[in-house]
């Protein structure tokens, strides 16, 4: 197999595109279909205009999943470049044979970071910049309702934050669908569906978009949220009262771009992705408005320092503790069983967290219950190593045999929460009795 500096050599020795960050192009348009808001964007397609004012630059602006879904629907569309924060949104059109492996120069010598690759091995996808994931918070909020500030993933699923989370469907949102991912890859299967649930029974409400945290903590209705650094730190109106706080342990993932196999103006593609990894473009991400993690390796030490990030000696070179193509692979799994889970049963799994007591023998089964997943690892395993899965989108879209396996998690979330209210009521009548 190929090294990632031999597919980048090879095809730049075919294209002789290496150097396109800087020349003049046609006078063409470039359409870009991104996940980030205007406050990052508009920084680096207005700075690489200056540079091609011959190019007519054209920006989609999407959710991740709805970027994904776009591309798969509308092959026909012209799109040029794909730019967003999800690794698993990339591999999933790359599964699709919808990127194009380009010349790109490439700013760090290190493959992975913090266990995370940080460009595809078979050169489809280049990472730019790192991300940290974790929670943003509105301090007046938290203090108004005597909660401490979080440190560790499992701390949202503390007791203590019942109802004041708020959170984004992973159907919806690529960042949701990473913290999910990240969440189970990190904890396993068990365990990562466990204390999904338990957050999932703090939630106060479930929002359409990334965006709608924001919003919920900025108008004081939850206090907090698990979110990206970019958009916690996109500050001034309407979330200038917003705080972040990266969660350990620490999910540090590249936001990476792609060129599609459709583009119809590929050298422009190639100019824009290379200047993302010049040092012109990497110094712009350490703009205090921007507050993103250059994957140049001297930049990226000077911002982690800058943000008071600390990377694990064990989890700081080239091993990988995130798989994105394992996330690709379950990707609709993951999240029919999270909203069928989570979303579907909110206020069911919100009011019978509230009365299992922590450590309580006797709410034991239903804590159990509540806890285990729908389907068991090793089904996951069979459904995933089918396919039978991708592509599952709504009811109405599903297969036959889709909508079976869609109906067997539906079953057995229902069953468990059903079961464990059952021994929740039965428990109640018991003390009533005695008292």
Do not use: C
């Not at 924001?214 to 109106?237: H, N």
């Amino acid at each position: 197999m190929k090294t990632l500096g031999q597919l980048i050599a090879r095809a730049a020795t075919a294209a002789g595109l290496l150097g396109l960050a800087n020349v003049a192009l046609a006078s063409e348009e470039l359409v870009v279909l991104t996940s980030f808001p205007p406050s990052f964007y508009e920084v680096f397609v207005e700075r690489f205009a200056q540079s091609h004012p011959e190019l007519q630059i054209k920006v989609i602006q999407r959710s991740t999943a709805s970027g994904v879904h776009f591309l798969l629907e509308r092959p026909q569309v012209d799109v040029d470049l794909f730019w967003v924060s999800s690794p698993d949104a990339f591999e999933l059109l790359k599964s699709e044979e919808q990127l194009m492996p380009v010349p790109f120069n490439n700013p760090t010598t290190q493959t992975a970071i913090a266990g995370h690759p940080v460009h595809d091995p078979e050169a489809h996808y280049y990472g730019f910049a790192f991300s940290t994931y974790g929670v943003a918070y509105n301090s007046q909020y938290l203090a108004a309702h005597g909660l401490e500030m979080p440190r560790q993933w499992q701390d949202l699923a503390a007791p203590g934050y019942a109802g004041h989370l708020g959170i984004t469907s992973p159907a919806r949102s690529g960042t949701s669908h990473f913290i999910v991912e990240a969440i189970l890859q990190t904890f396993g299967w068990n365990e990562g569906w466990a204390m999904l649930s338990r957050m999932g029974g703090n939630l106060s409400t479930i929002t359409a978009r990334s965006f709608g945290v924001l919003d919920g903590i900025e108008q004081a209705r939850f206090g907090l949220g698990p979110t990206i650094d970019f958009l916690a730190f996109s500050g001034g109106p309407p979330h200038d009262k917003i705080g972040y706080r990266a969660l350990e342990p620490l999910f540090l993932a590249p936001a990476s771009i792609a060129a599609l196999q459709r583009s119809q103006n590929r050298e422009a593609a190639i100019a824009f992705i290379n200047f993302l990894m010049s040092p012109e473009g990497q110094r712009l991400l350490m703009d205090p408005e921007i507050g993103r993690i250059p994957v140049d390796d001297e930049l990226r030490a000077a911002a982690l320092a800058q943000q008071g990030l600390v990377l694990a000696e064990a989890r700081s070179d080239d091993s990988t503790v995130f798989d994105a193509a394992l996330s690709a692979r379950r990707y609709e799994l993951v999240n029919i069983i999270f909203d069928e889970w989570v979303v579907a049963n909110r206020q069911a799994l919100s009011d019978n967290w509230q009365r299992i007591v922590p450590d309580a023998p006797e709410h034991a089964p239903a804590s159990a219950l509540l806890s285990a997943p729908p389907i068991a690892e090793a089904r996951a395993n069979e459904i995933m190593a089918s396919g039978l899965m991708r592509g599952a989108s709504g009811d109405s879209l599903m297969s036959e045999e889709q909508q079976a396996v869609h109906a067997e998690i539906r079953s057995a979330v229902q069953a468990n929460i059903a079961a464990a209210e059952a021994i929740l009521n039965t428990r109640t009548e018991i003390q009533v009795e005695r008292n």
